[in-house]
Nanobody, 121 residues
């Protein structure tokens, strides 16, 4: 499985972006997640969605602002980010997990290359 994240860019605080993560193979049975890493900081969990799309998880700092979704027919997962804050500036990575706790990076088997999101104040 290869993952390609896209949709990053520069946006003003309060704005919105939608990230996409397209998979080269079928990912319908994987839990899909988004993580982010700001300069000089550790990678952090952002959001995850189970294979059937029925269960989602969010990091505390993005709850109520970000929404994760997936289209299994297109092997694509999305991250809608609203009301962006400068603290959301980071490289965002999508990942696929076959098992394990969705909020833990160690649970993920495949990682995309990342897309940069920059939020200006």
């Amino acid at each position: 499985v290869q993952l390609q994240a896209s949709g990053g860019g520069l946006v003003q605080a309060g704005g919105s972006l939608r990230l996409s993560c397209a998979a080269s193979g079928r990912t319908s049975w994987y839990t899909m997640g988004w993580f982010r890493q700001a300069p000089g900081k550790e990678r952090k969990f952002v959001a995850a969605i189970r294979s059937n799309g029925g269960t989602t998880y969010y990091g505390d700092s993005v709850k109520g602002r970000f929404t994760i979704s997936r289209d299994n027919a297109k092997n694509t997962v999305y991250l809608q980010m609203n009301n962006l804050e400068p603290e959301d500036t980071a490289v965002y990575y999508c990942a696929a997990s076959g098992s394990g706790t969705p909020i833990r990076g160690a649970s993920y088997d495949y990682w995309g290359q990342g897309t940069l999101v920059t939020v200006s104040s």
